[in-house]
C-alpha cells in the first residue's frame, strides 16, 4: 500500500557482530560485557549454545554478560553426550561445531528449519584433519563431533560459505601452542571474515591474513583469562531495508551505522548511488531520499544478503537491473534466487536468472499481491518493502520470519511512516 516514508531511525544491531562476540567471548574465557545486544532468534540461539557449552549467560536490559572459565574445554573424563540446537542459524552452526570439537567428549548439533537440509560437508571432510571424530547425517544435521581438536597446518574449501571458515579459525585460534597456518582457495565473502578477524583481535586473538588465502595463527599470549566489554554495531544487511524503502517511498535518516565497518552489506550505498537515489553519509548516519532512479549493476557475490532488498530496489528503476553471485543464494533459507523470481512475479516484477546473474526490470507499477516469505527473513522484508509503493494492498504469509534476524522491523517500518497492518 502505498506510503510516504519519513523520519530518523536507529539502526538494528548486528546480528553477524553479535553472533561472533557470543563465540569469541566464549573461547576467550573470563568476563565479557555486550552492549547493544540484539535479540533475535539467531542471536538468541548463539547465547543459547554458549550457555550448552558451559559459560554463563546474564541479561541486563540490552546487554549481555558472558561469564566462562578458562578451563571451560578441559575434561579430566568423558562426560555425558550433550545435544546442542543452533535453531535455524547458520552462523551459529558452523562457528560453535569446530568450537565444540575443542572438548574431549561427544557433542551433536541439531536444528529445525532449513538449516536441517543445508550442507555441512566441509566438517566431514576436514575436522578428521585435525584430531576430531565426525558423524553426520550423509553430510546434513544432525552432526556429532567429538575431539579434542589439534590445530594443524591445513588447506580448505572457501567456496561454499565463509562461515566455515570463521568456526575454523576461532578453533585454531583459543587451541594453538604454535603458530598454524590455514591455506584457503575460492573464498567467498571476504568482508565477513575481515569482521570475523576483527573480533578476534579485539579480544586479544593474533591472526595474520595474507590477502584472504593463507591466515596465520598465532597462539593468544596475555593472563589466563580476559574480560572486556564490546559494542555491537550497526547492522548492514537489515539497515539495506530501511534505506531501500526511503529510496523508494519518500526520505529517512538511519544511525548508529559504523561506515568503517568490515561488513560487506555497506555497499548497499553504492547501489542506492548508482541507481539516482539521493544519498548523503557521514560516519554514522545516512540520509536517503527517493529520486527518479534508473537501473544499475551490482556484483552481490561477497555480499549475498543484498539480493533481496535490491531487487526491491530494481523493481522501482526504470531498465533492467543486473545483479551478479546467484550461486550464493541456493542454500539460504530459502533458494533465494528461485523465491524471488516467484514472488515478485506475483507483484508484475519481472525477473530472469540467467545463471549466475539475476536481471529485474523495473521501473513500471509495482501491483500488490498475496506474496509468501517461504520463511525466509530477507524476503519478508523484501516483499513489504517492495510494497511500499505498489498499486494495491500486499499481503505477505510468514510475515513473522523476520524474527530469525530483526525482530523489530515491522515496529521500525511503522516509526517511518509506512502504511502497514500486522495481524
Known sequence: ???????????????????????????????????????????????????????????????????????????????????????????????????????????????????????????????????????????????????????????VDGSLSSQFLTGLLMAFARACITPVTVTVSNLTSKPYISLTLDILKYFGFRIENDDFRKFTVFPRTGGSEFSTKYTVEGDWSNTAFLLVAAAIGGEAMVTGVDMNSSQGDKKIINALEDCGATVRVDRSTVFVKKNKMSAFRFDATDCPDLFPPLVALAAYCSGTSEITGVERLKYKESNRGLTLKKEFAKMKVPLELDGNIMRITGGKE??????????????????????????????????????????????????????????
Open 1 to 155: 500500500m502505498p506510503s510516504e516514508i519519513s523520519g530518523s531511525i536507529q539502526a538494528p544491531s548486528s546480528k553477524s557482530s553479535m553472533q561472533r562476540a557470543c563465540a569469541v567471548a566464549l573461547i576467550a574465557g573470563g568476563t565479557t560485557i555486550i552492549e547493544n545486544a540484539g535479540t533475535s532468534n539467531d542471536e538468541n540461539a548463539a547465547l543459547d549454545i554458549v550457555k550448552k557449552l558451559g559459560a554463563s549467560v546474564d541479561k541486563v536490559k540490552k546487554q549481555i554478560i558472558i561469564t566462562a572459565p578458562r578451563t571451560i574445554f578441559i575434561s579430566p573424563e568423558k562426560q555425558k553426550h550433550l545435544i546442542v540446537s543452533c535453531g535455524e542459524s547458520g552462523l551459529s552452526l558452523r562457528m560453535f561445531v569446530p568450537i565444540a570439537a575443542l572438548y574431549n567428549h561427544d557433542i551433536t548439533f541439531t536444528g529445525e528449519g532449513s538449516i536441517l537440509t543445508r550442507p555441512i560437508n566441509f566438517f566431514d571432510e576436514v575436522l578428521p584433519k585435525v584430531n576430531v571424530s565426525v558423524s553426520s547425517n550423509n553430510g546434513r544435521l544432525p552432526i556429532t563431533v567429538s575431539g579434542p581438536l589439534k590445530p594443524r597446518n591445513i588447506t
Open 366 to 423: 509495482v501491483r500488490g499481491a498475496s506474496v509468501s516469505s517461504h520463511n525466509d527473513h530477507r524476503i519478508a522484508m523484501a516483499c513489504t518493502v517492495a510494497g511500499l509503493n505498489s498499486k494495491g494492498n500486499t499481503q505477505i504469509s510468514q510475515a513473522e520470519a523476520v524474527k530469525k534476524s530483526y525482530p523489530g522491523f515491522y515496529d521500525d517500518m511503522k516509526l517511518m511512516k509506512a502504511n502497514l497492518t500486522i495481524s
